[in-house]
């Protein structure tokens, strides 16, 4: 099955810096990769996601890159306020059959003040 | 606008004991899905349901069983509650027969076995 890695798990940055979040898959049949924001005491919410016949694509100050030879998908997040303090999470779901996504680790991004 | 409901949000049980985590989406999503959260360890599927009628294990089903009683609910049941099962448990669901595939999750069940 599909192996997802995250790293960091943790990652401090002060406010207006730029935060970086990459992703390892495994299975190169994989061809669709959300990104998720968990803020404290509720569920995952996704905030941008990428399919494979695209390179990069962007949300305001959101971005995600992926890299389909390599296997592997960034969360570029620039100048970073406090609320952007949460758990993020990186998820790569195959295409064909069943729709089951398999999720990173998380990283839990702090923005200080 | 609801989205997906869980109840309950908090529960304690004692080793042995038994108990069904209900979720109800309202968006007439096919597919539903419960996750359990650990530190550390991200997001982890137990079961899933394709569609109304169908369920398959996931990563970690061993202690759990599900029931999809309509296409609007999917309940995770666990008979004998170990300490082992303190988590944090998300359903969720989605449609993939629309152009969007996001996944919309309840807000969780906090669970502790003592």
């Known amino acids: 099955g599909e192996n997802v890695e995250q790293h960091p798990s943790t990652l401090s940055v002060q406010e207006g810096d730029s935060a970086v979040i990459k992703c390892t898959y495994s299975d190169s049949a994989s061809n669709y990769f959300p990104w998720y924001k968990q803020e404290l005491g509720k569920g995952p919410q996704l905030i941008i996601d990428i399919r494979s016949n695209v390179g990069e694509k962007k949300d305001q100050r959101i971005a995600v890159t992926l890299n389909k030879t390599a296997k592997h998908f960034s969360l570029h997040i620039t100048e970073t306020q406090p609320e952007d303090s949460a758990v993020y999470f990186c998820?790569?779901?195959?295409?064909?059959?069943?729709?089951?996504?398999?999720f990173g680790r998380g990283t839990s991004l702090i923005v200080h003040p | 606008n609801a989205g997906v409901t869980q109840t309950p949000k908090f529960q304690v049980l004692k080793t042995g004991q038994s108990m069904t985590l209900q979720c109800a989406q309202d968006?007439?999503?096919?597919?539903m899905y419960w996750y359990r959260q650990d530190p550390g360890m991200g997001l982890r599927l137990i079961y899933y349901s394709a569609s109304e009628g169908t369920t398959d294990k996931g990563e970690v089903p061993n202690g759990y069983n599900v029931s999809r009683l309509n296409k609007r609910e999917f309940s995770l049941r666990l008979e004998s509650a170990a300490p082992s099962q303190t988590s944090v448990y998300f359903c969720?669901?989605?449609?993939?027969?629309?152009?969007?595939?996001?996944?919309?999750f309840g807000s969780g069940t906090q669970l502790s076995v003592l």
């Open positions: 969720a669901s989605t449609d993939r027969d629309r152009t969007n595939e996001k996944l919309f």
């Open positions: 968006m007439n999503h096919n597919s």
């Open positions: 998820a790569a779901i195959r295409g064909g059959g069943s729709y089951i996504p398999t």
